[in-house]
């Protein structure tokens, strides 16, 4: 029997109780019940990364992971990313610069997981990015432009830590 509960979602530092059927993914929660529809909907089975978001800092699939298990953790998505006065994160700036979308659905899921990437010290090299980022695909073809965004945002990153 499907089972409602009010559950309390932690999304870009901000509370959202919502009446939740237990079996309610974490992204249709985030789109449907939340209305951040930034992360997308390509497979809902973990293939394509449209719909990648943090869990406490982590790149998770969201289709893939039920809204009950990120209770009480830090969620995290596109349109928590940038500055408090909307400055653009360094991921989000130079996926701008480098053109690294075209119709821009599989973009969110790209720039969260390229967040992560670098996070997890996975970008210091092109081939090392297309590894650890060929879990986001794009049917665009955006790939090359994705990687020197990524590439670029990393070394900039780097740069501002150390300054
Ligand atoms: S929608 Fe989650 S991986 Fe495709
Ligand atoms: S920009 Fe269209 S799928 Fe990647």
């Given at each position: 029997m499907a089972q409602q509960r009010v559950m309390r979602l932690r999304i870009n530092g901000k509370d959202h109780p919502l009446a939740l059927d237990t079996r309610v993914?974490?992204?249709?929660?985030?789109?449907?019940?939340?209305?951040?529809?930034?992360?997308?909907?390509?497979?809902?089975?973990?293939?394509?990364?449209?719909?990648?978001?943090?869990?406490?800092?982590?790149?998770?699939?969201?289709?893939?992971?039920?809204?009950?298990?990120?209770?009480?953790?830090?969620?995290?998505?596109?349109?928590?990313?940038?500055?408090?006065?909307?400055?653009?994160?360094?991921?989000?700036?130079?996926?701008?610069?480098?053109?690294?979308?075209?119709?821009?659905?599989?973009?969110?899921?790209?720039?969260?997981?390229?967040?992560?990437?670098?996070?997890e010290g996975h970008a210091n090299s092109d081939d090392e990015i297309r590894e650890y980022m060929s879990g986001n695909i794009c049917r665009c073809g955006a790939y090359p432009f994705i990687v020197a965004a990524v590439r670029e945002a990393a070394q900039q990153l780097k740069e501002e830590q150390t300054a």
């Amino acid at each position: 029997m499907a089972q409602q509960r009010v559950m309390r979602l932690r999304i870009n530092g901000k509370d959202h109780p919502l009446a939740l059927d237990t079996r309610v993914t974490l992204l249709d929660a985030l789109r449907e019940h939340a209305h951040l529809t930034g992360a997308k909907k390509g497979c809902d089975h973990g293939q394509c990364g449209a719909c990648t978001v943090h869990i406490d800092g982590e790149r998770v699939l969201s289709c893939l992971t039920l809204a009950a298990q990120a209770e009480d953790r830090e969620i995290t998505t596109i349109e928590g990313l940038s500055g408090p006065d909307a400055t653009l994160h360094a991921v989000q700036a130079a996926f701008l610069r480098h053109d690294a979308f075209q119709c821009g659905y599989c973009t969110p899921g790209q720039i969260m997981s390229a967040v992560a990437c670098i996070n997890e010290g996975h970008a210091n090299s092109d081939d090392e990015i297309r590894e650890y980022m060929s879990g986001n695909i794009c049917r665009c073809g955006a790939y090359p432009f994705i990687v020197a965004a990524v590439r670029e945002a990393a070394q900039q990153l780097k740069e501002e830590q150390t300054a």
